[in-house]
């Protein structure tokens, strides 16, 4: 079998399968009926993985009959070419089908290998008829690393993608994200090995001291959320070796022989140097993820302290619209309280299975139960209608071919094309697999009209920061100004998150809220001993989001007209800058945020942008940035200057947005 797209290969010819691109290599020996790399090259083909020293580059936990008893054959290897794919780029798609007679399993290895991009994406998918022999407890002791009289040196674990690295490669730090933003104000956090043998975490550097480095991305949700036996992302075997174990299924979701289970992508690059690393990790979001766009979004949740359900009337909304067009809005978001069935706090406190069909109609007290209507107002102030919605998660997503039907008549009836999903609860497959069908079936079905904002913030069990991004955009944090409890909002924290995001994300796939300086709830931030966010202005709030996606967090009617005539021009300017934006890598400079620092983001190449931040105690004006000394800029927003590379902010707690001319 040999097959190409433009410089990507795949070869296989007497056992040895061989993949990769211009930048890459890695063969893979089959003779044994089980894939084990013999080697991974680089563009120079040198040497940078040596023979794996296990006999196999994948496998699932309870997968432990002794070896001898094994009986493994490879079915099929083919590849084909998805040169125009929906919820992709371009790429050449390796499937390797495997055998093991013993328990009848079928495993399936896919491999994506993206021309001219220094990375190997790669999934399993398993069927097995029979339960696995798995210990799996919740306290950790007969699942611990030890020797078991039954197995001597058995590891409990599943693995997708075991690497062993060339001599002098050194895991070097892993990069830990944590969901349910409602709770943690450090989403984004660099953990140091410092020869830790189990790590958490999604990404994991492993480095050479003269800057070559080899790294994993795991796509599947944050360590706290994942559903594996193990208690980690990574292993360090005693060889150096690395585990990365990314299944994300529980031992008991196999037995059915019509099920195929399939994990996370395990996704392996290869960089010559840190900068490279990073551009190397955007470049494959940006072709892993490509759309759809995010758009900028009015959700009045955050002005009512989670009350807005009694809120809405006709009369209310069709104020809201009016304003949010008036503001420059792309989207109202009518969150929770507009279906006929209850509100969401009602549903989680009783669990109640609901007949969705019923449960998710307009209230008859909304125009007779028609958005037809508001409809006929959003279009003509220029503003598109978006909907909360809470799939029905207490049944696993099982009815998800009914929510699609939903989805797709608000659609086709009322020009919905962009749908908030909320309470999402993956504690199991099913639940994800289910839930990522609805997404698909209306997305395609739509073709490609409808996306959705995908709530990372409260309450349920989460996708994470790496899954769902082909169906829509990231709600990053719900951040309050009037409630009595939670973190609150504060512009210095919400900006260092977004910062910390920059390095190893697109902030093009995430929304950012700005909230209305009129919601503070004063005696909160007293008790809690902090200052109230409005000792930044709250034009600095909303260039917060800027380089992201603005979620305008208030009930935009109440916003008074001098404000609403700032935001417009905020973002009119981002709305001009969309496309700019969106095809390009944004970097970071400056130190972290921590209320003392002048930091910034800017896009790497083109007609570049740059977003300075200067915090309320930073004493220094200026801060150096020389990827930027070679432009001429001038100022568009703000006030201050680049001059040689200097950003300049002219005042604290203020900022300055930049064009180069």
Not at 96 to 112: G, H, I, K
Not at 171 to 188: A, H, N
Not at 395 to 412: C, G, S, T
Request: glycine content about 8%; overall charge negative.
């Amino acid at each position: 079998m040999k097959k190409f797209f433009e410089d990507a290969f795949a070869i296989y010819e007497n056992n040895i399968l061989t993949v990769g691109n211009c930048r890459f290599k890695r063969e893979f020996d089959l003779s044994a009926g089980l894939l084990r790399t013999l080697g991974i090259y680089d563009a120079a083909g040198e040497k940078i993985a040596s023979e794996t020293p296990i006999d196999r580059d994948f496998y699932f936990h309870g997968d432990i009959c002794p070896p001898d008893e094994m009986h493994y054959e490879v079915k099929a290897v083919s590849a084909v070419t998805v040169d125009k794919p929906f919820f992709d780029s371009p790429h050449l798609h390796v499937i390797v089908t495997l055998f093991e007679n013993n328990q009848q399993m079928t495993l399936r290895r896919d491999m994506y290998i993206y021309p001219g991009l220094s990375a190997l994406a790669v999934r399993t998918r398993l069927v097995m008829p029979i339960l696995p022999i798995a210990l799996w407890p919740y306290r950790r002791g007969i699942r611990d690393h030890r020797q078991l009289s039954a197995r001597p040196g058995l590891v409990y674990e599943g693995c997708t993608d075991i690497l062993a690295p060339a001599p002098e490669f050194v895991p070097d730090s892993c990069i830990l994200y944590r969901g349910r933003t409602d709770f943690v104000d450090d989403q984004v956090t660099i953990v140091p090995v410092d020869g830790k043998k189990e790590l958490n975490g999604n990404i994991l550097f492993i480095r050479r001291p003269d800057g070559k480095s080899l790294f994993f991305l795991q796509e599947t949700p944050t360590s706290e959320e994942r559903r594996d036996v193990e208690e980690y992302d990574f292993r360090i075997g005693s060889d150096g070796a690395v585990f990365s174990c990314t299944w994300n299924i529980a031992p008991y979701e196999l037995g059915d022989e019509k099920r195929e289970l399939r994990s996370g992508r395990s996704v392996l690059f290869f960089a010559d140097n840190g900068q490279e690393e990073l551009e190397i990790l955007h470049e494959y979001q940006k072709r892993r993820f490509p759309a759809p766009d995010v758009p900028v979004t009015v959700n009045p949740w955050g002005g009512y302290s989670g009350g807005f359900y009694r809120a809405i009337s006709e009369e209310f909304l069709e104020r809201e619209f009016r304003s949010a067009g008036e503001c420059g809005a792309e989207i109202y978001q009518i969150d929770d309280g507009w279906q006929a069935g209850g509100i969401l706090a009602t549903l989680t406190a009783h669990n109640y299975r609901i007949n969705s069909q019923e449960f998710w109609r307009v209230r008859p007290e909304l125009w007779g139960g028609s958005l037809a209507p508001i409809k006929a107002v959003a279009d003509e102030c220029g503003c598109g209608v978006s909907m909360w919605f809470a799939p029905n998660f207490a049944a696993r997503y099982r009815d998800w071919r009914d929510m699609a039907e939903i989805l797709l008549d608000f659609h086709r009836r009322y020009g919905v094309c962009f749908f908030k999903l909320d309470a999402m609860y993956l504690p199991c497959f099913e639940s994800e697999h289910n839930l990522e069908l609805l997404m698909r079936t209306v997305r395609r079905r739509s073709g490609g009209k409808v996306s959705f904002q995908i709530d990372l913030t409260g309450w349920g069990q989460r996708q994470g920061y790496f899954r769902f991004q082909e169906h829509g955009g990231i709600f990053l944090e719900n951040r309050y100004c009037m409630l009595k409890s939670g973190l609150g909002y504060h512009p210095e924290r919400t900006w260092r998150n977004v910062w910390r995001l920059a390095k190893y994300n697109r902030l093009q796939k995430f929304q950012i809220e700005v909230p209305a300086t009129e919601d503070i709830n004063y005696e909160f931030y007293c008790d809690k001993g902090e200052t109230a966010p409005d000792i930044y202005p709250w034009e600095y709030w909303i260039a917060i989001a800027l380089f992201a996606n603005p979620l305008l967090w208030m009930a935009i009617s109440k916003l008074p007209s001098d404000k609403r005539k700032v935001l417009r021009r905020y973002i009119d300017w981002h709305k001009s800058k969309k496309e700019q934006l969106k095809n390009n890598r944004i970097d970071r400079f400056g130190n972290e945020p921590d209320g003392k620092s002048l930091s910034g983001l800017y896009t790497v190449s083109g007609r570049r942008l740059v977003l300075a931040l200067r915090e309320k105690e930073c004493a220094d004006e200026s801060v150096t940035v020389p990827a930027l000394a070679d432009g001429k800029w001038q100022t568009v927003l703000g006030d201050g200057r680049i001059e040689n590379g200097e950003v300049t902010v002219n005042k604290a707690a203020w900022f300055a947005v930049f064009e180069e001319i």
